[in-house]
C-alpha cells in the first residue's frame, strides 16, 4: 500500500512538473511562427510588447498572449497607427502543439483602436497585404502546409474603439465601447452560431450631417449557418438602437455572386 501511494505521489509530481514546462517549452516556437505569420503578410511596421503562455487558464488547451500589438502604416500613410491591441489570445489545442498544423480554438481581441482611413486620393490605410509575387496561374489554394488551421469556437471582442475616416466620401463614423462575442463550432459545415453585440456610442456623419449621435446599439440572435451552401437562418434575433426594440427572422443565402433574401 504504501509503495502504491509512493507511486501516485511520484506521478502527480511528474505530471505537474510537465504542465509547469510544457508552456516554456513551446514558447519559443510558436512566437517564432506568430512573427512569421504577420511579417510575411503585411506591409506595415508590427511590433507587440511582451506575451504569455499559459497551460492552467484553459487545461487542457493551451492559451498563448500578445500585449501591447500596434501596426503602423507605411506611404502613403508614414507613421499613422492603423490599430493597437492591448491583448490578444489564442487558445491552441494542446496535442496539435506536438504537431505540425496548431489549431487555434478561440481567439479574443482586448481592447482594439482601430483606425480606418482613406484620404482623397482613395488609398486605405488597411490596405497593408503583401502583393503577390507568383505569377503562375493557380486556380486551387494548397493550405496543407499552414502553420495555423481554424478551428474556431469562439471569437471575442472586448471593450473596442474604431475611428472610420472617408475623406474621399466625406463621411465617418465613431464606435466606442463595442463588445462581440460569437459562439458555435465554426469548424463544422453546418452550426448554430450564438451572437452577442453592444456598442456604447456610435456616432454616424456624412457630408456634414450627423445621421446618428452617440447612439447605444445591441443585438443578440442566433443563425443557423450552413457554410458549404452560404445559407444563413435567422432566428430568436433582438436589434436594439437606443430605446428602440425590433426582432427579425429570415434567411440570406449566397449561393454565387447573387444575394437571396
Request: aromatic share 10%; no cysteine; net charge negative.
Amino acid at each position: 500500500m504504501k509503495k502504491i501511494v509512493k507511486y501516485l505521489a511520484i506521478l502527480i509530481l511528474v505530471l505537474l512538473i510537465a504542465l509547469v514546462s510544457i508552456p516554456f517549452m513551446f514558447k519559443g516556437k510558436l512566437i517564432e511562427l506568430t512573427k512569421e505569420q504577420i511579417n510575411n503578410n503585411v506591409n506595415a511596421t508590427v511590433n507587440f510588447g511582451e506575451f504569455d503562455l499559459s497551460i492552467f487558464s484553459s487545461f487542457p488547451n493551451l492559451t498563448f498572449s500578445l500585449n501591447d500589438l500596434s501596426v503602423v502604416g507605411k506611404t502613403p500613410f508614414e507613421g499613422e497607427r492603423l490599430a493597437y491591441i492591448q491583448k490578444l489570445s489564442f487558445e491552441l489545442d494542446l496535442m496539435s502543439v506536438f504537431g505540425e498544423q496548431i489549431k487555434v480554438r478561440s481567439i479574443e481581441v482586448t481592447k482594439p483602436v482601430v483606425n480606418a482611413l482613406i484620404n482623397k486620393e482613395g488609398f486605405a490605410n488597411w490596405d497593408i497585404a503583401m502583393p503577390d509575387s507568383s505569377t503562375e496561374d493557380t486556380t486551387i489554394e494548397d493550405t496543407s502546409s499552414t502553420d495555423f488551421h481554424l478551428a474556431l469556437k469562439r471569437f471575442a471582442i472586448v471593450d473596442a474603439a474604431i475611428l472610420y475616416d472617408d475623406q474621399e466620401g466625406n463621411m465617418s463614423a465613431k464606435i466606442a465601447g463595442l463588445n462581440f462575442d460569437l459562439q458555435g463550432d465554426m469548424s463544422l459545415s453546418e452550426v448554430v452560431l450564438k451572437i452577442t453585440t453592444t456598442i456604447k456610442s456610435l456616432t454616424y456623419k456624412m457630408d456634414g450631417i450627423n445621421y446618428l449621435t452617440k447612439a447605444n446599439i445591441g443585438f443578440d440572435g442566433e443563425i443557423d449557418a450552413d457554410m458549404e451552401h452560404w445559407v444563413y437562418t435567422f432566428k430568436d434575433n433582438n436589434f436594439r438602437l437606443n430605446a428602440i426594440n425590433t426582432a427579425f427572422a429570415g434567411k440570406i443565402a449566397m449561393p454565387d455572386e447573387t444575394i437571396s433574401m
